[in-house]
């Protein structure tokens, strides 16, 4: 083989090797496409995960009322754990706990999970949300079980909004709901429609009735008016 021909092939050869680690790249069960992770709160301590875990406030930034936690949390185990409480290490804040039904501590099932947030889920609500997260932060949160122990991650802080609406705290009551006419007393001719009472303006029963004898009577004695 000629010396151009043996340079040739060695210049082949380094290509394919340099080639060989970019094609790794994406494919195949080790592909490191397969290592990115999604940008949510999510980790595992012994046989609990937890995923998607966020702190959510009210719709408003200024708004006040409670925050909750939300996310799911998995069990592998062959044996039921509870959740015994969350807490948010820096804050003042307190979480209060409650099963989807009755009361109690959270049950996570063995081989099962829990769904934190939403109509008809276990829920974990901040009672002064203001005070313990902002909007954008991401807040440490402690998640302790009966087995496992202390489970800790950060999670976003979102508000109530979009993607998180289903799953946030109710709006706040406003003031008008909460230092309004006290009950029974509210202003005359309000929802008098409604209730099947004359509207304002139109003659009482008494007086239509009254209009009609004397309609009567005038026609019994042939008197005009």
């Given at each position: 083989?000629?010396?151009?021909?043996r340079?040739g092939?060695?210049?082949a050869t380094?290509?394919?090797?340099?080639?060989?680690?970019?094609?790794?790249?994406?494919?195949?069960?080790?592909?490191?496409?397969?290592g990115?992770?999604?940008?949510n709160?999510?980790?595992?301590?012994d046989?609990?995960?937890?995923?998607?875990?966020?702190?959510v406030?009210?719709?408003k930034?200024?708004a006040e009322g409670?925050?909750?936690?939300?996310?799911?949390?998995?069990?592998?185990?062959?044996s039921a754990?509870?959740?015994?409480?969350?807490?948010?290490?820096?804050?003042n804040?307190?979480v209060?706990l409650?099963?989807?039904k009755?009361s109690?501590?959270?049950?996570v099932?063995?081989?099962?999970?829990?769904?934190?947030g939403?109509?008809?889920?276990a829920?974990?609500?901040i009672e002064n949300?203001r005070?313990?997260?902002k909007?954008?932060?991401?807040?440490?949160v402690?998640?302790?079980?009966s087995?496992?122990g202390?489970?800790?991650?950060?999670?976003?802080?979102?508000?109530?909004?979009?993607?998180?609406?289903?799953?946030?705290p109710?709006s706040?009551?406003?003031?008008?709901?909460?230092?309004?006419?006290?009950?029974g007393s509210?202003?005359?001719?309000?929802?008098?429609?409604?209730?099947?009472?004359?509207a304002?303006?139109?003659?009482?029963?008494?007086?239509?009735n009254?209009?009609?004898?004397?309609?009567?009577?005038?026609?019994?004695t042939?008197?005009s008016?």
């Open positions: 083989m000629s010396r151009s021909l340079r092939a060695l210049a380094a290509l394919v090797f340099s080639l060989a680690p970019l094609t790794a790249c994406g494919a195949g069960n080790n592909a490191q496409t397969l990115v992770k999604p940008d709160a999510a980790t595992s301590v046989k609990i995960s937890l995923q998607n875990i966020t702190v406030t009210q719709p930034a200024d409670p925050a909750v936690v939300t996310g799911t949390v998995f069990n592998s185990d062959t754990q509870t959740l015994d409480s969350v807490k948010l290490p820096g804050t804040a307190t209060k409650a099963p989807a009755g109690g501590p959270i049950t099932p063995a081989l099962g999970s829990v769904q934190l939403g109509t008809g889920n829920s974990a609500m949300g005070e313990a997260a909007n954008g932060d991401a807040q440490k402690v998640f302790s079980f087995k496992t202390e489970v800790a991650l950060r999670a976003f802080v979102f508000p109530s909004d979009t993607y998180f609406k289903g799953v946030g109710s706040a009551p406003s003031a008008s709901a909460s230092g309004g006419t006290p009950s509210s202003s005359p001719g309000a929802g008098a429609g409604a209730a099947g009472q004359d304002p303006g139109t003659p009482s029963g008494s007086a239509s009254s209009a009609s004898a004397d309609a009567e009577t005038d026609a019994g042939g008197t008016h």
